[in-house]
C-alpha cells in the first residue's frame, strides 16, 4: 500500500480577478520507505505540495490519501490530529520555540496527543539521544549551533513515531559541513530506521541524498526519477 | 483516527502543561505581566476596600440599633400653632406622666414604657466635676433600652412617686468622677442637689449621631423635673418612649398608642393628633437600608477599574497573540487543536486575573485593616467579599482573555509558521 497518493491534487489561489494554480493535477505515489527530493525553483508549487502533504493546506480539487486513508477535505482538527500522529515537520528556520528546553520542545507533540508526563520525559530524552544530543536536554535553543537546533527538530519530528518525516530546506540555514551532516542523518534515518522522508531542496547537492528526485515547474511535475548512486 | 470526534478531544488537553506554559510565558514578559496585573490588582483591592468600608457602616449601625433597644416607638407631643406659625413636633405639652402609665397599663402590644425628661446639669463628687445629660425617667427605661447594671440596682415605682434623690451613672460618667473607685452608695451633686449612686449602668458605646450613650445620668423622672430642672407644667413628659413586645407588633403597638391617646386627649375625629408617633427601629433600618445601598454603589464603582483591567488583559493578550504567532504555528503544525491553542491563551489571561485577584485581596484586606487601624473607621472583611472579588477577576480573566485565544486559534497555520 502507498504511504501517500495523490489523484489529480489541484490547488488554486485567487489573486485578485485572475486565479494561480500552484498545483496542476499532480498525481504522486510514494511509497513506505522511499527517500523523495522535491526540487523546483520558486514558484514551481513544490511548497504548496509539501503542504498539502503535510496537512497545513487544503487542495482545491482532486485525492489526496497518506496510509490509504482520505486526507483531503478535513477540518482543521482533524487535519491537527493527522498532523501530531502521522507527520513529522522540520523546517528550515528549524522551528523551535524560544525560551523552552530542547527537551521540552521534543516533548510538544506528545502534550497534544495525551502522554502522561513521565512517559513523555522519557521518550524525548531517548529521541534526543538517538540524535547525539545527550546532555544538551537543558539547553535553549539560543544555546545551541544551527545543527544542534536543527538536530533537536528532527528529534521532535521522530519521537511521535510518524510515518512521514517533511523536510522543508532543512539545511538552508546551515553551512555545508553541518548540511552534510544532518543530510547523512536523513538518510541513516531512511535506510536503518525505514523511515519514509519527503525532502524539499532547490540544491542538486542535497537533493543527492535521496533515492529519487520529482521536479516541479508551473505547479506540474516535470520529471520523476531515481537517483543513481 | 477517523472515529476521533469532539468528545475525544477535551481529555486530550493537557491542563498541567498547558498551565506551565503560559506561566512560562508571564515569566517572560515580567514587567508587562506586572503593569497588566495592576489593573486587576487595583480594581481587586477597590472592590474590597469598598465592601469591607461600606458592611463596616452598616454593621455599626445595627450595633447602634441594637444599643439604642429594639422595637422602638416614640411618642413626641403634638406641633402648637402661634398665630398661623406651626412651630414643629414638641412645641406644645400635651403628653403628661398619666399618659405614660395609661399607654403601660392599656396597650397590649407595649412591652414597656419610658416617659422622659432629659436635660443637662454639671454634677460634682469630691473634687472631680463632670457636665453631662440627666435622663429623668421610670424603672422602665432599663428595659425599654436594652440596658443592664454592671452593679447596684434600678430605681423603682416607688422612688418615682417620691421623687427620690437616687441616680444611675453611664460608664462614663463613673470613669470621670470615681476614677477606679466604686461609686455605689457614694454622693454625688448635680445641680449642687445630693444624689446617692445607687446603680452604674453596663457600657453601652456610641449611638448613630455618635454620642457617647454612657455619658449619661438617670434619675426618676419626678425628681428631675421637680428638683433638678423645675418645670412650668407639673406632670407633662418631654417625650415618651415605648417598647412593643416584638417585631411583628409594632404596627399594632402604633394604633393601640394613637387610639388610646386620642381618646385620652378627647379628641374628635376631625381633628388631627396633638402628639406623633414614631416607629424609631423603622427610621434606623431605613438608614442602615441606605447605608448597605451606598456601600454596593461604591462597590460597583470600585468594579469598573476591575472591568478596565480586563480590558488591559484582552490588550496585552492580543499583542501577546501577535508576537508569538510563530509559536502558534509551531504548535498547530505538531498537532495542538483549536481548543489546546484557546485554553493555553485563556488560561495565560485567567493566570494574570488571577494572580492579580490574589494580590488585590492581599492589599485590599491590608489597606481595610490600615483604615480601620489608622483612621478608626469600622470596617468588615466578609469571606464572601473576598470570594467574590476573587471570582469576579476570574471571570474578568475568562471573559476578556477569550477573544485574543480565539484569535490565536483562528490562525492559519501556514501563515503562522511564516510569520516573522
Known sequence: MALIETDRLSKIYPVGETSVRALDEVSVTVRPGEFVAIMGPSGSGKSTFMNVIGCLDEPTSGGYRLEGVDVGRRDRDALAEIRNRKIGFVFQGFNLLPRTSALENVELPMLYNGIGPKERRRLARASLKMLGLEGREKHHPNQLSGGQQQRVAIARALVNQAPLILADEPTGNLDTKTSVEIMELFVKLNRDAGRTILLVTHEPDIAAFSGRIIRFLDGRVISDEPVRH | ?420
Not at chain 2, 423635673?225 to 416584638?246: D, E, N, S
Request: charged share 15%; glycine share 10%; with cysteine.
Open chain 2, 1 to 420: 483516527m477517523q472515529n476521533d470526534g469532539a468528545g475525544a478531544e477535551a481529555e486530550m488537553i493537557n491542563i498541567p502543561a498547558t498551565f506551565r506554559i503560559s506561566l512560562r510565558a508571564l515569566r517572560a514578559n515580567k514587567m508587562r505581566s506586572g503593569l497588566t496585573m495592576l489593573g486587576i490588582i487595583i480594581g481587586v483591592g477597590a472592590v474590597i476596600v469598598m465592601l469591607a468600608v461600606g458592611s463596616g457602616a452598616s454593621r455599626r449601625i445595627s450595633q447602634q440599633i441594637a444599643s439604642m433597644g429594639s422595637n422602638l416607638i416614640i411618642i413626641m407631643p403634638g406641633s402648637s400653632t402661634a398665630g398661623g406659625l406651626r412651630m414643629g413636633a414638641g412645641t406644645q405639652s400635651t403628653l403628661t406622666l398619666s399618659d405614660a402609665e395609661a399607654v403601660a397599663r392599656e396597650c397590649t402590644a407595649v412591652a414597656d414604657v419610658a416617659p422622659m425628661h432629659t436635660g443637662a446639669a454639671q454634677i460634682v463628687y469630691g473634687n472631680q466635676n463632670w457636665a453631662t445629660g440627666i435622663e429623668g425617667s421610670g424603672p422602665g427605661i432599663l428595659n425599654v433600652r436594652d440596658w443592664t447594671l454592671a452593679a447596684g440596682r434600678p430605681f423603682t415605682d416607688q422612688d418615682v412617686r417620691s421623687a427620690t434623690k437616687v441616680c444611675l451613672l453611664g460608664r462614663t460618667v463613673a470613669d470621670n468622677l470615681f476614677g477606679s473607685a466604686d461609686p455605689l452608695g457614694q454622693i454625688i451633686r448635680i445641680k449642687k442637689i445630693p444624689f446617692v449612686v445607687i446603680g452604674v449602668l453596663a457600657p453601652k458605646g456610641q449611638s448613630m449621631m455618635g454620642q457617647d450613650q454612657d455619658d449619661t445620668v438617670i434619675v426618676p423622672i419626678t425628681t428631675a423635673q421637680r428638683k433638678i430642672f423645675g418645670t412650668r407644667l407639673p406632670g407633662m413628659v418631654r417625650h415618651i418612649v415605648v417598647k412593643a413586645r416584638g417585631t411583628d407588633e409594632m404596627a399594632a403597638a402604633e394604633a393601640q398608642i394613637t387610639e388610646l391617646l386620642r381618646e385620652r386627649h378627647r379628641l374628635t375625629p376631625r381633628e388631627e393628633n396633638d402628639f406623633t408617633v414614631r416607629n424609631l427601629t423603622q427610621i434606623m433600618q431605613a438608614a442602615e437600608q441606605s447605608t448597605r445601598i451606598m456601600a454596593l454603589l461604591l462597590a460597583a464603582i470600585a468594579s469598573v477599574s476591575l472591568l478596565v483591567g480586563g480590558i488591559g488583559i484582552m490588550n496585552i493578550m492580543l499583542v501577546s497573540v501577535t508576537e508569538r504567532t510563530r509559536e502558534i504555528g509551531i504548535r498547530m503544525a505538531v498537532g495542538a487543536k483549536t481548543w489546546d491553542i484557546r485554553l493555553q491563551f485563556i488560561i495565560e489571561a485567567l493566570t494574570l486575573s488571577l494572580i492579580g485577584g490574589v494580590i488585590g485581596i492581599v492589599l485590599g484586606v491590608t489597606g481595610a485593616k490600615l483604615l480601620s487601624v489608622l483612621a478608626g473607621w469600622s470596617t468588615v472583611i466578609s469571606v464572601l467579599s473576598v470570594l467574590l472579588a476573587f471570582g469576579f477577576s476570574g471571570l474578568v480573566g475568562l471573559f476578556f482573555g477569550f477573544y485574543p485565544a480565539y484569535k490565536a486559534s483562528q490562525l492559519n497555520p501556514i501563515d503562522a509558521l511564516h510569520y516573522e
